[in-house]
């Protein structure tokens, strides 16, 4: 089946600092990534749509200079969480399309910045 | 505007049968999802139901009717490990899934 990584599983920060969280989608190429959003307790929330090659497509209410995307590659889509925040901190999952009718989600990143 | 609705909670026994429901509202409509989520990790995918009626996977079935736009999810031979939340989604013209808040469903024995 089709399988999509996400590094780090979890991480911890210090308030004004940057993370970076990679998705990767290992068997297959993804022309669509998404990033979600999860806080506790609560549904998914999609963040952006990430295109490879293009810009990303962000939700209204979504800082796109906050939330960096970088779809660099068929397999590797990059959220950059720039001067991170303590209500930043959130169960972050991304998800790949294989075909319009098939996403699958990543194991996802809890962020807890401090 | 695009709405999913589900309940919010549900109890049931082990070995029991359940069922949740969800009703949506979208732009367009390209299919019902199912998927479950354990508690800190990401969800997984159960079911896909684009066509009227039941698909019957397992212990699991997932039901349809996009005239009165509602889906539920059967889950039979409930065991304890079925403990999670339960999450619908709906994807609309533009492919993009529309998500309900999820069902949290606690298992007893």
């Known amino acids: 089946g089709a399988v999509v990584s996400q590094h780090p599983s979890w991480v911890i920060c210090k308030s004004g600092t940057s993370v970076k969280i990679e998705c990767r989608s290992l068997d297959f190429q993804a022309t669509t990534m998404f990033w979600y959003r999860q806080f506790p307790k609560q549904s998914l929330m999609l963040m952006a749509t990430s295109n490879e090659g293009s810009k990303a497509t962000y939700e209204q209410g979504v800082e796109k200079d906050k939330f960096l995307i970088n779809h660099a590659s068929l397999t590797l889509s990059t959220l950059t969480v720039t001067s991170a925040h303590p209500e930043d901190s959130s169960f972050y999952i991304c998800s790949a399309r294989l075909a319009d009718y098939e996403q699958y989600f990543g194991p996802g990143t809890r962020l807890t910045v401090t | 505007g695009q709405n999913i609705d589900q309940p919010t909670e549900m109890t049931a026994t082990e070995g029991a049968i359940v069922q949740i429901n969800c009703t949506y509202q979208t732009s367009g409509f390209n299919g019902l999802f199912w998927y479950q989520q354990h508690a800190g990790e990401a969800p997984t995918f159960l079911s896909y139901n684009v066509l009227d009626g039941l698909e019957e996977k397992g212990r699991f079935s997932s039901f349809l009717s996009r005239s009165k736009g509602y889906s539920y999810l059967l889950l039979k031979e409930l065991q304890m490990k079925d403990s999670a939340s339960y999450l619908c989604?709906?994807?609309?013209?533009?492919?993009?899934?529309?998500w309900g808040a999820g069902t949290k469903l606690i298992i007893k024995p």
């Open positions: 989604a709906a994807m609309d013209s533009n492919y993009q899934l529309i």
